[in-house]
């Protein structure tokens, strides 16, 4: 392996909500870039990788040092009320956007009530 | 004589990773010796950024994802650099199931001075892409490292 990718993964800051029959989750994932990027469900796990390609500097020296040299990788388990068939996701500006759908049969239904 | 097989230091040393920690404690307290990142209106909430000193200019690297270009600002007074930007909350009030939330937003700034020689009549370049803004600001000419020729008799 070269030295790339036995570069340190940490976990990307990350947001959860669930709107509208979907589970947004948004991680900040600064310097990813779209090839760098992958997202995979294989069974219960949805995992999320992105690799960074920082800006090298060719020859100075870091007078600050605060932007850890990291990538970035997480695994959330997804229980089966989510469609493995329907996720989403939108890059921009660093910010990943992935939509789980919820199962059509596991979400809320209204009942109509049938009067005279 | 044998030959050993080189390995890489973390694999083989044991305390490789504290080590390293105490490298990072250490340089917790050493902030006196680098120039000053933070100003009198800088928030507690505030971008990381690298500053690298080149031969010819200075480089500052500063990690702003979900910053849009027109909610950015920058600005460059003497050898003071100030970066001041917006974090736009996106649709807030629809979202009413919050799970986890770890992700800051508001506005920012984070003012960085820099160490003398700025060159401000120059083009100073300023990027932004991925969420990683790159700014190069160049030296003065007086200021940059010469090669000084010796001439043999």
Not at chain 1, 35 to 62: A, F, H, M, Q, T
Not at chain 2, 25 to 41: H, K, V
Not at chain 2, 87 to 116: A, H
Not at chain 2, 146 to 151: A, E, N, S, Y
Request: glycine residues 6%.
């Amino acid at each position: 392996m070269s030295d790339e990718t036995r570069r340190k993964a940490i976990s990307a800051c990350c947001d959860i909500f669930e709107e509208d029959g979907k589970i947004l989750l948004t991680l900040e994932m600064p310097g990813v870039t779209r090839e760098g990027l992958d997202i995979s469900v294989e069974g219960d796990e949805l995992s999320i990788s992105g690799r960074r390609e920082l800006p090298g500097v060719k020859n100075g020296k870091y007078l600050v040092k605060e932007i850890r040299e990291t990538d970035y990788f997480q695994k959330y388990i997804i229980d089966n009320t989510i469609d493995r068939d329907k996720i989403e996701a939108a890059f921009k500006n660093g910010i990943l956007n992935v939509s789980l759908h919820l199962k059509e049969s596991e979400k809320p239904r209204q009942i109509t009530i049938k009067g005279e | 004589m044998d030959l050993i097989r080189w390995r890489k230091p973390e694999l083989s040393d044991p305390w490789y990773e504290f080590k390293r920690l105490q490298n990072e404690i250490n340089d917790l307290f050493n902030l006196d010796r680098s120039p000053a990142t933070e100003g009198l209106f800088d928030r507690p909430f505030s971008p990381a950024v690298d500053l690298v000193e080149g031969p010819e200019d200075y480089t500052v690297v500063c990690e702003i994802p979900g910053v849009d270009k027109k909610d950015l600002e920058l600005s460059l007074t003497s050898n003071v650099l100030t970066i001041k930007g917006e974090k736009k909350q996106e649709e807030e009030t629809k979202r009413k199931d919050v799970y986890r939330r770890e992700m800051w937003k508001g506005s920012f700034q984070r003012t960085i001075s820099l160490p003398g020689g700025v060159d401000n009549q120059k083009n100073i370049e300023a990027n932004l892409k991925d969420g990683i803004l790159t700014v190069v600001i160049p030296k003065r000419e007086e200021t940059k490292p010469r090669q000084i020729t010796v001439k043999a008799r």
